[in-house]
């Protein structure tokens, strides 16, 4: 069983940054892929960005392209994800999940966090 926090969620004005960060709490040897989803009010979970453990490989959603930026520290087994240039829209809960299997749909991943609330207010 793999435990996934989240931690860096916040109140952030329009155009400010904030930094995510996702926490494993042991090894993930037995996953490949670290990803960010978000649900956003009255909407069901949308992808963010994903990334392999192994190398580089990242994918983003295309509503944060450009703005958002997901890393990874696999000595510290964590994830992080640079946002920048938030947006209202952007205001949502935050979770990270890990899985073995490239994908955008949160089916896709067996483990997940709790998430953590980003606010941009209008």
């Known amino acids: 069983q793999v435990e996934l926090v989240e931690s860096g969620g916040g109140l952030v004005q329009a155009g400010g940054s904030l930094r995510l960060s996702c926490a494993a709490s042991?090894?993930?040897?037995?996953?490949?892929?670290m990803a960010w989803f978000r649900r956003l009010p009255g909407k069901d979970r949308e992808f963010v960005a994903h990334?392999?453990?192994?190398?580089?490989?990242?994918i983003y959603g295309d509503s944060v392209k450009g703005r958002f930026t997901i890393s990874k520290d696999a000595a510290k087994n964590t994830v992080y994800l640079q946002m920048n240039s938030l947006k209202p829209e952007d205001t949502g809960v935050y979770y990270c999940?890990?899985?073995?299997?490239?994908?955008?749909?949160?089916?896709?991943?067996?483990?997940w966090g709790p998430g953590t609330q980003v606010t941009v207010p209008s």
């Open positions: 990334i392999t453990w192994s190398g580089d490989h990242e």
């Open positions: 999940a890990s899985g073995s299997q490239l994908g955008s749909l949160p089916q896709q991943y067996y483990y």
């Open positions: 042991q090894s993930t040897w037995r996953t490949t892929v």
